[in-house]
């Protein structure tokens, strides 16, 4: 007698358990179902911008500083520091702070109160962690898992993924006006240093530019018949010095006046390419296809659960058989 296992009757006898492999489908996409439908849903508002040329005022100090020959090294873009700014504690804490526009309903509401935390501090093993503590932590938590900003081929994407279309879109544009603002304080800073050093070099050049002119003149005073070719030599050169001194003293002046009016002015530091868009429907959870997903995998766990029975069943009688043909 062949006591190995009939694959074929094994076969059979699995496509005569479809009632297994149907219930494992059934079983699957209603587990698919129940898992899309307690995801909470995702919603995601993007916008793109771009640092206006308007916002480095360090460019119109390229040609002074290389007449003075000093080398000033190219800042980076402020809009390099955005990631580092936007995960700051008081940044996160400004925006748990604000009250926001949620749907179906009227009033504002807190980032706590949309996503609810419950921590339980432990003062056994951290007496110094307070429940506050806790939630602020989470909340931030929360604010970064929010947030992503990155780069685009030279242009930035700000993207805010939230629970509500309306906290994603609103968010979108408060972080574009913080930013903004940002930039706007860095390039008055800078230009608040660009101006110190203008001044600086402006008192430096027009000691520099009295003490040539008054070596000229004494100069003209000791020889008023220069007929040497040496004092005419050296007419040329205290004349060269001092119309170099004029031109820088003059260049300075005209770049002290521009860095004030910098100082002073407001600008639109950003372009924006996008604005935020106000997301109509959730990009997550993907309920199709988690559906999609539970019912292909339960048909698959009922296809393999019903294999393996059909498989133990037929072993079971090769076993018996073996053990009745014993002596």
Do not use: C
């Given at each position: 007698m062949n006591d190995d296992v009939d694959l074929l009757k094994v076969a059979r006898d699995f496509l005569r358990h479809k009632a297994v492999v149907a219930s494992g489908a059934v079983l699957g996409l209603a587990a698919g179902v129940a898992?899309?439908?307690l995801t909470a849903p995702q919603y995601e508002s993007t916008s793109k911008v771009?640092?206006?040329?308007?916002?480095?005022?360090?460019?119109?100090?390229?040609?002074?500083?290389?007449?003075?020959?000093?080398?000033?090294?190219?800042?980076?873009?402020?809009?390099?520091?955005?990631?580092?700014?936007?995960?700051?504690?008081?940044?996160?804490?400004?925006?748990?702070?604000?009250?926001?526009?949620?749907?179906?309903?009227?009033?504002?509401?807190?980032?706590?109160?949309?996503?609810?935390?419950?921590?339980?501090?432990?003062?056994?093993?951290?007496?110094?962690?307070?429940?506050?503590?806790?939630?602020?932590?989470?909340?931030?938590?929360?604010?970064?898992?929010m947030i992503t900003f990155e780069n685009m081929g030279g242009v930035k994407a700000l993207t805010v993924r939230a629970r509500d279309p309306y906290l994603a879109h609103d968010v979108n544009e408060f972080l574009l006006g913080y930013i903004d603002s940002y930039i706007n304080h860095v390039r008055k800073t800078n230009s608040k240093h660009q101006l110190s050093f203008v001044e600086e070099r402006l008192e430096e050049y027009g000691k520099e530019l009295r003490r040539s002119e008054n070596a000229l003149r004494h100069f003209l005073e000791k020889n008023r018949m220069a007929s040497s070719p040496d004092l005419q030599l050296e007419q040329k050169r205290l004349e060269r010095e001092l119309h170099v001194n004029e031109a820088l003293v003059a260049d300075l002046r005209k770049q002290l006046e521009n860095s004030r009016i910098e100082v002073e002015r407001d600008i639109e530091v950003l372009d924006i390419f996008q604005e935020p868009d106000l997301p109509m429907w959730p990009v997550k959870p993907k309920r199709k296809l988690i559906a999609a997903a539970g019912l292909v995998g339960g048909a698959c766990a009922g296809m393999f659960l019903s294999f393996l029975l059909c498989w133990w069943r037929e072993t079971g009688r090769a076993v018996v058989a073996r053990l009745r043909e014993l002596p």
């Open positions: 898992l899309a439908l771009l640092l206006s040329q308007n916002s480095a005022p360090a460019s119109q100090f390229a040609s002074i500083s290389s007449m003075l020959g000093i080398s000033l090294n190219a800042p980076s873009s402020p809009l390099d520091n955005v990631p580092q700014l936007l995960a700051s504690p008081l940044f996160l804490d400004t925006l748990t702070k604000i009250r926001w526009r949620t749907v179906g309903t009227d009033t504002a509401k807190l980032l706590s109160e949309i996503y609810p935390i419950e921590v339980k501090p432990n003062p056994k093993k951290a007496p110094h962690i307070t429940e506050e503590m806790l939630v602020r932590d989470r909340l931030h938590e929360i604010v970064l898992e």
